[in-house]
């Protein structure tokens, strides 16, 4: 049986974790798997142009495989290199398409290739009716247990002797777990995960 430790839900300080972490769990398997639910995105960019004409189409990428689908229409949307504000009328897997241009007191600018755009709210009219629905699903998730030993000893006359400071063996024991909290932060499934 396998314990799971986590310290999700800890603080690094630097020195170490703290603050409350999440139950522990017991795997039989070193895979282990759980469900995780993600925001819906506010950000994408643009892949290729489009001019100042109302009704324009720009392709988006940045926000998965199908980029488009993190837009509602009614969306408002902000351009972040022009500060143009723009409202969405239809959505597609790989495009949206920009039906209200200079929404606001903002002027119509052309928009380039990697333009940034942020969903910044959403335009209801009075009494309007619920909008479109756009949610994401949970997902299985899953990843591996990692184990990291190091050794640490002294001998048993350095274990017995006086020493000036403190004794080697427990200052030995606090340099390998400070060792063993920077290997699980730099290792390479913690940056995967």
Same mark, same amino acid.
């Given at each position: 049986?396998?314990?799971?430790?986590?310290?999700?839900?800890?603080?690094?300080?630097?020195?170490?974790?703290?603050?409350?972490?999440?139950?522990?769990?017991?795997?039989?398997?070193?895979?282990?798997?759980?469900?995780?639910?993600?925001?819906?995105?506010?950000?994408?960019? &643009?892949?290729?142009?489009?001019?100042?004409?109302?009704?324009?189409?720009?392709?988006?990428?940045?926000?998965?495989?199908?980029? +488009?689908?993190?837009?509602?229409? !009614?969306?408002? &949307?902000?351009?972040?290199?022009? !500060?143009?504000?723009?409202?969405?009328?239809?959505?597609? *897997?790989?495009?949206?398409?920009?039906?209200?241009?200079?929404? +606001?007191?903002? *002027?119509?600018?052309?928009?380039?290739? !990697?333009?940034?755009?942020?969903?910044? +709210?959403?335009?209801?009219?009075?009494?309007?009716?619920?909008?479109?629905?756009?949610?994401?699903?949970?997902?299985?998730?899953?990843?591996?247990?990692?184990?990291?030993?190091?050794?640490?000893?002294?001998? !048993?006359?350095?274990?017995?002797?006086?020493?000036?400071?403190?004794?080697?063996?427990?200052?030995?024991?606090?340099? *390998?777990?400070?060792?063993?909290?920077?290997?699980?932060?730099?290792?390479? &499934?913690?940056?995967?995960?």
């Amino acid at each position: 049986m396998l314990t799971v430790l986590t310290n999700v839900g800890k603080v690094w300080d630097g020195k170490g974790y703290k603050g409350m972490s999440l139950l522990k769990a017991s795997t039989g398997n070193p895979e282990f798997k759980w469900f995780e639910k993600f925001y819906g995105g506010k950000y994408c960019k &643009v892949s290729g142009t489009y001019t100042t004409a109302t009704d324009q189409t720009p392709t988006v990428v940045g926000a998965g495989s199908s980029s +488009g689908y993190i837009f509602t229409a !009614g969306d408002i &949307v902000l351009n972040s290199r022009t !500060g143009e504000r723009m409202v969405v009328g239809t959505v597609a *897997a790989t495009t949206i398409q920009l039906h209200v241009r200079s929404y +606001g007191s903002t *002027a119509a600018a052309a928009g380039l290739d !990697g333009d940034g755009l942020y969903i910044i +709210g959403n335009v209801n009219e009075e009494n309007s009716g619920a909008r479109n629905l756009n949610s994401t699903r949970s997902a299985e998730e899953s990843n591996y247990t990692q184990i990291f030993k190091k050794t640490i000893g002294v001998s !048993g006359t350095e274990k017995e002797a006086t020493l000036y400071g403190p004794k080697d063996l427990p200052l030995e024991r606090a340099i *390998a777990a400070t060792e063993h909290a920077l290997d699980k932060t730099l290792s390479p &499934v913690s940056v995967m995960a």
